[in-house]
């Protein structure tokens, strides 16, 4: 019997132990197909069960919280909640619309059908922005003179308050900021100018959705790095200046809604937890013309929107929207080829580029935001509101 | 669905297909194998099965012209047959090869290339009379169409089909199988799709800024991934037809314990060494003809081989250096081997060696990068003596190391050919089955996070 069983093992062990592991994981996901494994079940329709086992790993959902209980099971719906899923494709237009916060934000207009060919929509990021004429990147999401804003984070471009106008600093400047993103800016800091003059936290492919949950380099003016979470960061350090860098890893995954709820979240913890910060929004830097047109969800239509909806969040006073498509791009938008390798990222030698965009539109309130020779010049409209 | 690492192929197509091909009665297997193929395909690329699906006919009656004349005495139809066969197969490849070239790649029917070779030696093989007896139309469909190997290969011969006796489905054949497709689909999966990104990363850097180490590291780890993609698909397509019946083709054989670039490449796609080594290389005359028309025929060879690869000038360059290394070897390190004393053949053994593992892989470079501007930026790179690199960070490498390190080594122990050799003994030990098995799961959630990764060979 052994000798048979032996010989059964030796000719067919391979097959048997995979079909085994089908079995056990066809039950599991069977078992789960209800509760921790559903919106797998859904995603993988059509193919066997076990692949939604197998897909939730992803999610750090393991079969045995089958028999664990119900606890994290609750976590992990919140957790789908927020998480929005690949498949929802963003309805332009329409979204903000949806969003009944006290802001009103008129719709997007320029309805996206597929890739882009065509010329940028006039405004956006053809030329460097002056303080007054912020707007100009979008216009349509201007306030009207009389709206009142509850909170710091809310509001346009604060037409009618202070604010300040853009000007050139040196790296000094920088000493006390901290830079926030995905790769571009682990790029911007592993080859840019401001290497070892400002401090980094960033990290490869995160999005506003996981940047909390994701364990990110941080990278300090003497060159140390170790890996950190966001809130850890802000929470015990001290900057002057907050540069957020992230809507790339986005393109393609929930609505410019959802993106936008996010980042301002985002913008409302960075502003909690370091009160005279000035936060900088960098509009998303677009993408090359090849790479834009071959996606139908990651091109350049997409990045304007969102970057009009961030743009929203600033408000003239100690948040800021900037925007280096202009020291990037073509006249018409796109990302110029001889700058980038792969489309999306600033080549090494390129990043020179987002450093002159960054040096050249700084924001000085006043001297404690920046010491350097010239004498910081202040917003007409500031001395205006004075009187 | 065609490939084999997309979930389609695995959890829909190859189980369906499996079960309905072992449930046929064994005589009747042929047609389940030509319908499942014909499915294959003709998802895969559309309308342009048209192109495969007129070949097949066209090639069989001109086959049929050449068999049938083949004891005539001078017969006019025999060489004619033939001519037209080549005319007709190899007009067709250059004439998609061309529309390729031009831009219009979506145009070009998948695997031209493979099954155009598969026809064209199934002409030779038939002037020549390998073949015993003429191939029905029902198998010569299946030789050049069945779907383990009509996207990248094998270039199988006609004979090693062995379609003229039932195929049987053995339960050992099956293991082994099952052995060899989970094997190539970890190279693939973990390996090669691994690697691809650290050379994703070079190009988002940008090759002026490379330092010079990254440079190297790039041009190994290129070379790595190259070879897990492609080996790891031949074993995945050979294991698939294992398990269906057929015999394991070897198609790599520890290329890079190689002596040499000639040997390098009797190992590396030897399928397709070997066919124009059977079907260009020898009828030009091969090596009989003196030195002279030997490195005539070498440098046919291998304009052909650089062609096939790619119309973009990088090929040319790529098969050049080639052909004159192999030259090289043949006619200056030639003498040498067969010299009396022990210090030369020690020196050419080292320059050997040095040719496979330094050599090779600057020449996949070359292959990589098909602009010339480029690739003159990455040997700039390599070789920083004249030119200075572009805002190049020095200590990029470490932090490319510190990330690869694993997929780098286990791809250095599969160029080593005691490791796959171990792996192919112990195949039906306990640890060895269940790590196999543990390594399908993993390679099916690398499948799922990530989007689909075509192989390298898909191209060509």
């Known amino acids: 019997m052994r000798k048979f069983l032996r010989r059964i093992f030796q000719n067919m062990g391979l097959p048997i132990m995979l079909a085994a592991s089908v079995i056990i994981l066809t039950a599991v996901g069977f078992a789960g197909r209800n509760t921790i494994y559903a919106p797998y079940a859904e995603e993988y329709e059509g193919y066997p069960p076990f692949l939604a086992v197998i897909g939730a790993v992803h999610d750090r959902i393991w079969p045995w919280q089958l028999v664990m209980g119900g606890g994290k099971d609750q976590e992990m719906e919140a957790e789908e ?79 009618n308050g202070r604010y300040f106008k853009l000007r050139a600093v040196d790296s000094s400047y920088f000493a006390d900021a901290l830079f926030i993103g995905d790769s571009r800016t682990v790029g911007l800091c592993e080859y840019g100018g401001m290497k070892g003059k400002a401090n980094f936290l960033a990290k490869e492919s995160v999005n506003v959705y996981n940047i909390l949950d994701t364990e990110l380099r941080y990278t300090n003016t003497d060159g140390d ?43 409302e913890m960075i502003r909690e937890n370091q009160p005279d910060a000035i936060i900088y929004i960098e509009g998303i830097m677009h993408v090359s013309k090849r790479y834009s047109s071959s996606d139908s969800a990651r091109n350049n239509t997409v990045i304007v929107q969102r970057n009009e909806a961030i743009a929203t969040l600033a408000n003239g006073y100690d948040i800021f929207y900037i925007d280096m498509n202009p020291y990037v791009c073509e006249e018409n938008g796109d990302l110029i080829s001889d700058l980038t390798g792969d489309g999306i990222h600033l080549k090494a030698s390129a990043y020179e580029n987002w450093d002159r965009s960054l040096f050249e539109n700084a924001i000085v309130r006043d001297h404690s935001d920046y ?9 007409q409209e500031e001395e205006e509101s004075g009187t | 669905m065609v490939l084999f690492n997309s979930i389609e192929f695995l959890f829909r197509f190859i189980p369906v297909f499996l079960v309905l091909y072992y449930v046929t009665p064994a005589r009747f297997r042929d047609w389940t194998l030509l319908a499942g193929s014909a499915v294959f395909y003709v998802v895969g690329t559309g309308y342009l099965s048209l192109v495969l699906l007129a070949l097949i006919p066209l090639n069989w009656l001109l086959g049929r012209a050449i068999y049938q004349s083949r004891n005539v005495r001078n017969s006019a139809l025999h060489n004619h047959a033939f001519v037209a066969a080549v005319l007709l197969d190899a007009g067709t490849l250059v004439a998609f090869k061309i529309l390729g070239a031009a831009g219009y ?18 002409q030779a093989d038939l002037l020549q009379q390998r073949m015993d007896e003429m191939p029905s139309l029902l198998h010569t469909a299946l030789y050049f169409s069945v779907f383990t190997q009509v996207t990248q290969g094998p270039i199988m011969r006609y004979e090693d089909g062995n379609f003229e006796n039932t195929r049987r489905v053995d339960l050992k054949g099956v293991t082994d199988g099952l052995f ?34 990254l440079a190297w590291l790039g041009a190994y780890a290129y070379s790595l991934r190259l070879y897990m993609d492609f080996w790891g698909y031949s074993l995945m397509a050979s294991g698939l037809g294992m398990m269906i019946g057929f015999k394991f083709v070897i198609n790599f054989l520890h290329p890079y314990s190689g002596r040499g670039i000639a040997d390098f490449y009797r190992r590396w796609h030897s399928s397709l060494g070997a066919w124009f080594r059977d079907y260009l290389y020898i009828p030009l005359g091969g090596s009989r003809g003196g030195a002279l028309k030997t490195i005539r025929n070498l440098l046919i060879v291998w304009a052909a081989t650089g062609f096939w690869h790619g119309v973009t000038p990088n090929f040319m360059i790529w098969s050049g250096v080639l052909v004159c290394m192999i030259i090289w070897e043949k006619y200056a390190l030639g003498p040498l081997k067969k010299s009396g004393t022990a210090f030369l053949r020690a020196v050419d053994a080292v320059l050997e060696r040095l040719h496979v593992l330094v050599l090779i892989p600057i020449t996949w470079v070359i292959f990589a990068v098909t602009d010339l501007s480029q690739l003159r930026l990455y040997m700039e790179r390599m070789f920083p003596f004249f030119v200075q690199g572009r805002n190049v960070n020095p200590a990029d490498y470490i932090k490319y190391l510190t990330m690869y390190w694993p997929f780098l080594l286990c791809s250095v122990l599969f160029c080593l050919p005691v490791t796959y050799r171990l792996l192919v003994r112990y195949r039906r030990s306990l640890p060895v089955v269940i790590a196999v098995t543990g390594l399908f799961w993993v390679c099916v959630y690398f499948i799922l996070i990530t989007k689909s990764n075509a192989f390298m060979y898909f191209n060509f």
């Open chain 1, 371 to 379: 010491s350097g020779e010239e004498e910081p010049v202040f917003g």
């Open chain 1, 225 to 267: 790095s170790w890996g950190t979470y966001m809130e850890d960061v802000l929470r015990d350090g001290h900057y002057r200046k907050v540069y957020m860098c992230l809507g790339v890893n986005e393109l393609g995954i929930g609505t410019t809604h959802m993106y936008y709820e996010k980042y301002r979240e985002l913008v």
């Open chain 1, 81 to 159: 909640e927020e998480t929005p899923s690949e498949e929802e494709i963003p309805v332009p237009g329409e979204e903000l619309v949806q969003n009944d916060s006290a802001v009103e934000i008129p719709p997007l207009d320029n309805s996206f059908e597929g890739p882009v060919d065509g010329p940028m929509p006039e405004g956006i990021c053809n030329e460097v922005m002056q303080a007054e004429d912020y707007g100009v990147a979008s216009l349509s999401f201007l306030s009207t003179a009389e709206t009142e804003y509850n909170t710091d984070t809310e509001g346009m471009f604060a037409r």
């Open chain 2, 105 to 122: 790649s979506a145009y070009v029917p998948l695997g031209i290339s493979f099954f155009i070779f598969k026809m064209i030696a199934y």
């Open chain 2, 180 to 213: 060899f497709f989970i094997l190539g689909l970890s190279m693939k999966v973990l390996l090669a799709d691994r690697l691809a990104i650290l050379w994703n990363d070079l190009v988002k850097i940008g090759y002026e800024s490379l330092s010079t180490p």
